[in-house]
């Protein structure tokens, strides 16, 4: 944990943003690397997550239904996805990214 945090900034920031600071940065590129493992793992659980969702919703309509409007909501439900991984997520990355460097250090 980094000592020199300042308390305002951790009670502005949401609870995932702040256990995002607490983590060290990556700095090799085996840290760098499965940082952003992790973080594409979430954003794509997410949008997986989101796409559960929609499965039920009906959209019929004189503007609605169609292959074309199941393409543009996977579209839609991925850079949801990847905004919401980058905002925080739900801090599914952060516990990803400590067990691939645990199991990279296992491995060593």
């Given at each position: 944990m980094e000592?020199?945090?300042?308390?305002?900034?951790?009670?502005?920031?949401?609870k995932n943003q702040i256990q995002h600071k607490l983590l060290a940065e990556p700095k090799?590129?085996?840290e760098i690397t499965a940082r952003r493992a992790a973080d594409e793992f979430e954003a794509i659980f997410i949008s997986q997550m989101l796409k559960s969702m929609s499965v039920?919703?009906?959209?019929?309509?004189p503007f609605g239904?169609?292959?074309?409007e199941e393409i543009y909501?996977?579209?839609?439900?991925?850079e949801l996805g990847k905004t919401m991984s980058k905002s925080g997520g739900i801090g599914m990355s952060d516990a990803i990214y400590r067990e691939i460097l645990k199991n990279q250090e296992v491995s060593k």
């Open positions: 000592t020199g945090l300042n308390q305002s900034a951790l009670i502005t920031g949401s090799t590129a085996q039920g919703i009906k959209t019929d309509g239904g169609g292959q074309s909501r996977d579209l839609m439900n991925e």
